[in-house]
């Protein structure tokens, strides 16, 4: 009877998003307050109704109901409670849930926002939004519903993908989708410009907020991501280009582009039509993630679903709603205001040529991602784009980016002082040109590329840090007046210094693991050992254990350093019974910032095991420094709620 409410809520969930939807397009079309507020009443209605179709899905895995076909082939009875109440978005119906869950949620949080949006801008706003969860609700309904029930019901169920039974992959879905469903708000803001007709600073303010948390969540999830597939897949890596990553990626790197485009928009008033059209990029690209991880396009552990008719469906999804938003925009966009000028030296054109450098590495991520797919659709011929192809072009247009990163917030607004910044910043250049010549004569010299690398992740440290130090004229008074300046900074200005920290930090850490780290694989018997970097490992014992839904073997392996006892990492080979699935439980040693990284491959004859072992130096860098990037737009978030309930304040004494 649950699953039944569940399914029923979705259906009246969709029914309310379509009322939001002409509710808020007719109170916008005849001035009515009244109607759109009902409209925006339905934004809410809808978002409890999918709450609680989400509520009866969880509901349905935790007491394991075999009825419910999703959960029979997601879950098992033996499975630990995390990863059951996991198993709710661990399919592709679930995670479509998920999705409108996300979609609604943000909906209705448009829909509550009262602190200055105008009535016209506000309705067409939450219109778009209903119009996007009527769709994705449609689908959800008719072509992936989660409630169906089956004839005939298991004993048991199949449980979820052993891959996916892992605590950042319980995670991981619900910060990435938040993140990717965050840029509809966007999305629908840019589409209520358009119609209003005004993409000015203030709209600028109500959009940044938004786009902040969207890149926020994006940035948590790709890293959470990132690190599963580092300890999870057993391969010693972190970033593959896989398709499905770089499906994450795009949409990360326009609405880095938006981000930085929408500064201008607000202290300038120029790059109005840009803007907007980054804001209907964004969730564009999140849609195409979408469509790349569930119409079975891609083959690949990320990807959720191999169903061409389902797939078609999102790729007519995505069509719709992007070419309505694109073609609005060619319609619109003239009408636009242009705004003011600004001299090629400035702070403007820094930030433009920083949105031209983001938007040509998401395309080169873009053509890499989709060439293979379209080359086997036109020529039956399969290939593979991989990393070679990457970091021959992606890597330079970002390391111009890096190089201009720290001048940019030392420029001034409308024209700037390039001699002035060059001398606030040859400090910072000459440490950074020190710490790659060093690398490059001592650690090795055949690492030149990544040697720049160092460089690259010091001067944007450095380059950080002189930007907060001229903010609070440190070293040019006295340390009362320096701690005062600096406690006074906006939220905004503490959160825009530690992205660009978090960036250094991990070009930092990625370049040392990268250029630097050692891999060594042996059969080892008990008692044998394995070298690798300056580590010595030897091979214990093997035993037996009985984990909750599987049985392993585990390796105890003794890790020496100069004869000193390190660390006694242990490796595990999993076997899955009910999916009758194999996998490797990494065993990884954290040495300051670096990883010793141990995996125990199959047994072969002779009472003999594979075992690999990787020494990642400064990789835990790779996931510190997205972490402080999103801690950066979090403070960013609260300084500009701050800002605008001051400014509500203000006007209303």
Not at 329 to 346: K, M, N, Q, T
Request: proline residues 5%.
């Amino acid at each position: 009877m649950i699953a039944e409410t569940g399914a029923f809520a979705l259906i009246l969930a969709l029914v309310l998003s379509l009322a939001q939807v002409v509710l808020s397009v007719a109170g916008r079309w005849r001035r009515a307050s009244v109607l759109a507020g009902a409209g925006a009443g339905a934004a809410l209605a809808a978002f409890a109704c999918v709450a609680v179709a989400f509520a009866a899905l969880m509901h349905a895995f935790v007491t394991s109901d075999f009825s419910v076909a999703n959960v029979a082939a997601n879950s098992h009875t033996e499975k630990p409670m995390l990863y059951k109440v996991a198993g709710t978005w661990g399919s592709h119906e679930g995670s479509m849930l998920l999705w409108c869950l996300a979609l609604t949620g943000f909906g209705a949080a448009v829909a509550g926002f009262r602190r200055g949006l105008p009535p016209g801008l506000k309705a067409v706003t939450v219109a778009t939004q209903g119009a996007i969860g009527t769709v994705f609700l449609a689908y959800t309904v008719l072509a992936s519903n989660p409630f169906q029930r089956l004839a005939q019901i298991p004993i048991e169920g199949r449980s979820l993908n052993p891959l996916l039974q892992d605590p950042a992959l319980a995670f991981h879905p619900p910060a990435l989708y938040a993140g990717y469903v965050g840029m509809s708000v966007v999305f629908s803001l840019a589409v209520g410009a358009l119609v209003e007709g005004r993409a000015d600073a203030a709209w600028a303010r109500w959009v940044r907020p938004w786009t902040l948390m969207a890149w926020s969540l994006l940035t948590v999830g790709i890293t959470l991501g990132a690190f599963w597939a580092y300890y999870e897949l057993g391969w010693g890596g972190w970033w593959f280009w896989d398709p499905v990553e770089n499906a994450s990626f795009m949409p990360w790197l326009i609405a880095t582009a938006l981000l930085h485009s929408a500064i201008v928009t607000e202290k300038r008033g120029a790059l109005a039509g840009w803007t907007v059209f980054l804001a209907l990029a964004a969730f564009t690209f999140s849609m195409l993630g979408a469509f790349l991880v569930r119409s079975g396009v891609l083959t690949s552990v990320h990807a959720f679903a191999v169903d061409p008719t389902r797939g078609v469906l999102l790729l007519m999804i995505l069509g719709v709603t992007a070419g309505a938003g694109f073609t609005l925009f060619a319609w619109r966009a003239p009408a636009l205001s242009p705004g003011g000028v600004f001299a090629p030296v400035s702070r403007e054109s820094a930030l433009v040529l920083n949105n031209i450098l983001l938007a040509a590495a998401t395309v080169t991520v873009l053509l890499g991602t989709l060439y293979p797919l379209i080359r086997e659709a036109a020529t039956g011929e399969a290939i593979s784009v991989g990393p070679p192809f990457f970091n021959l072009t992606f890597t330079p247009l970002m390391a111009a980016l890096l190089i201009l990163l720290p001048a940019g917030p030392l420029l001034a607004w409308k024209r700037g002082d390039a001699l002035g910044v060059a001398q606030r910043l040859w400090v910072a250049a000459l440490i950074a040109v020190a710490c790659g010549l060093l690398a490059f004569a001592v650690v090795s010299p055949r690492k030149a590329m990544a040697s720049a690398g160092l460089a690259m992740g010091a001067w944007l440290i450095i380059g950080a840090l002189v930007e907060l130090a001229e903010r609070t004229r440190a070293f040019r008074g006295s340390r009362a007046e320096t701690w005062r300046r600096l406690t006074g900074l906006p939220r905004g200005a503490w959160g825009m210094t530690f992205a660009h920290l978090g960036l250094g930090v991990f070009v930092l850490g990625a370049c040392f693991e990268t250029a630097w780290k050692a891999e060594a694989a042996e059969t080892l018997a008990i008692g044998q050992t394995l070298n690798v970097g300056a580590y010595e490992l030897t091979l214990d014992r093997i035993q037996g254990v009985d984990g909750p839904n599987y049985d392993a073997e585990r390796a105890t392996i003794t890790a020496r350093r100069d004869g000193a006892l390190v660390c006694t990492p242990r490796p595990e080979r999993r076997f899955y019974p009910t999916g009758g699935q194999t996998t490797s439980e990494v065993a990884i040693c954290t040495q300051g910032a670096s990883h010793l990284y141990v995996v125990l491959g199959e047994r072969r004859p002779g009472e003999v095991w594979l075992v690999r072992a990787y020494w990642n130096p400064w990789a835990l860098l790779i996931f510190l420094g997205p972490a402080i990037m999103a801690l950066g737009g979090l403070i960013s978030i609260s300084d500009r709620r701050l800002r605008l309930a001051v400014g509500r304040r203000a006007v209303a004494e």
